[in-house]
């Protein structure tokens, strides 16, 4: 393994037992156990985020439209895929407001997570609150994408109905909600693309491409491009790869989804050790997001970065 910077917890995390789980889950949804009178459960599909998802997906098939192309909307389109899949999701709404992995001053991490609500995978609350849900009960029947119900249910049909664990989002955020400016964010991460918008517009029409070249490539195509390389770490390191760790749950260590993702794909590894800020952690296991963090700390600003240490 490798040395610790900070303290950690070397011993392997494990969800809660599978028998344990729904009662668990439903303790921290303030909800009675499955089988009292008062509980009924929900199958409700949300039909504003379908719609959002066919429309999204629509506009990005449109980008890639001949009359669309441009090296400048091409070279726009990885910069955002940097910006919010790496400094937002990865770095800034997973390792640091998730885990905890590592600390940097209040005003970069508000930086990261305005980063993070450019990816529209809801705001820094919700996101966190539902991913610390997740590896409290990874692959048991209150994970709300167990990858036990198929790939297509981890990918993205877990989505599309009612998510109860929504519900213990507040008992699981409270470092999250007594700022105000993330409870901001969180209500309004969409809005942030309407200024992403109107910059794209304006950077095409001056540079001679075309507005919506730019807002195409920049906004409906990236953000899906994004949705589905994150959406990757719930669905195929859960089903392909390999496993180092006895984890308590389906995840593996699958190298294409860490080159897509900036080292997320290392998901054996994570789970078994959540809070290290390093996934990557043998040698030859790539992890960029790894290497920020190293950039951030040589830098200054980047402190109490913990790592798994040897057993």
């Known amino acids: ?39 009924k459960a929900k199958e409700q599909r949300r039909w504003g985020t379908i719609g959002f998802m066919i429309i ?16 400048q909307a ?6 955002l ?42 705001g820094p609350i919700d996101w966190v609150g539902l991913h610390r849900h997740h590896h409290k009960f990874s692959d048991t ?37 007594i700022d105000p400016y993330y409870c901001w964010l ?7 693309q309407i200024p992403l918008g109107i910059l794209l517009f ?11 070249s730019m807002v195409l490539w920049g906004i409906p195509l990236r953000l899906v491009f994004v949705y589905h390389v994150t959406w990757l770490v719930n669905s195929a390191t859960h089903r392909w790869g390999d496993v180092v760790f006895e984890s308590g749950d389906g995840s593996k260590n699958n190298p294409w989804v860490a080159a897509l993702t900036f080292g997320e794909g290392w998901h054996n590894n994570h789970h078994a050790f959540p809070h290290s800020a390093r996934q990557g952690i043998y040698p030859g296991q790539v992890d960029l997001t790894w290497q920020h963090i190293r950039l951030l700390r040589t ?11 040897s057993a």
């Open 186 to 192: 969180n209500k309004n991460f969409l809005l942030l």
């Open 299 to 309: 830098l200054g600003l980047a402190t109490k970065i913990k790592l798994p240490v």
């Open 56 to 71: 999204i997906h629509v506009l990005s098939i449109v980008a890639l439209f001949p009359g669309f192309w441009s090296f």
């Open 74 to 79: 091409f070279t726009g389109f990885l910069v």
């Open 141 to 177: 029947d209150a994970d709300h994408h167990n990858s036990k119900k198929g790939f297509w249910w981890s990918h993205m049909g877990w989505m599309f109905e009612s998510i109860p664990a929504m519900r213990a989002v507040p008992r699981l955020t409270g470092d999250l909600s």
């Open 81 to 122: 895929y940097w910006i919010t899949a790496c400094l937002g999701v990865t770095l800034g709404y997973h390792r640091l407001l998730s885990h905890r992995a590592f600390r940097v001053p209040r005003w970069l991490e508000r930086f990261f997570a305005t980063c993070g609500a450019l990816s529209c995978q809801h």
């Open 1 to 39: 393994m490798v040395a610790s910077m900070a303290s950690v917890n070397s011993s392997i995390c494990r969800p809660v037992a599978y028998e344990k789980a729904i009662s668990t889950s439903l303790r921290l949804q303030n909800q009675p156990p499955l089988g009292s009178s008062s509980y």
């Open 202 to 212: 304006c950077i095409g029409i001056n540079s001679g491409v075309g507005g919506w």
